[in-house]
């Protein structure tokens, strides 16, 4: 995913007040995405995953 996809994403769940978080791990530089309301996150692997929440938290179909 690229910068202005993930700028995208984010002002999407911003929207929703949602956090998300692109963050590289350390151990094996994997990204995985952040995804924080209400001081709980949920944590995606896949950008299509991530999307699938959106679409959830937006309440659209999947």
Same mark, same amino acid.
């Given at each position: 995913?690229?910068?202005?996809?993930?700028?995208?994403?984010?002002?999407?769940?911003?929207?929703?007040?949602?956090?998300?978080?692109? @963050?590289?791990?350390?151990?094996?530089?994997? $990204? !995985?995405?952040? $995804? !924080?309301?209400? !001081?709980? !996150?949920? @944590?995606?692997?896949?950008?299509?995953?991530?999307g699938?929440?959106?679409?959830? $938290?937006?309440?659209?179909?999947?």
């Amino acid at each position: 995913m690229d910068r202005k996809e993930f700028d995208t994403l984010r002002a999407r769940f911003a929207r929703r007040r949602y956090v998300l978080q692109r @963050v590289h791990r350390a151990d094996n530089s994997r $990204v !995985t995405y952040h $995804v !924080t309301r209400n !001081t709980q !996150t949920r @944590v995606f692997s896949h950008p299509h995953d991530l999307g699938s929440f959106l679409a959830v $938290v937006e309440g659209l179909p999947v």
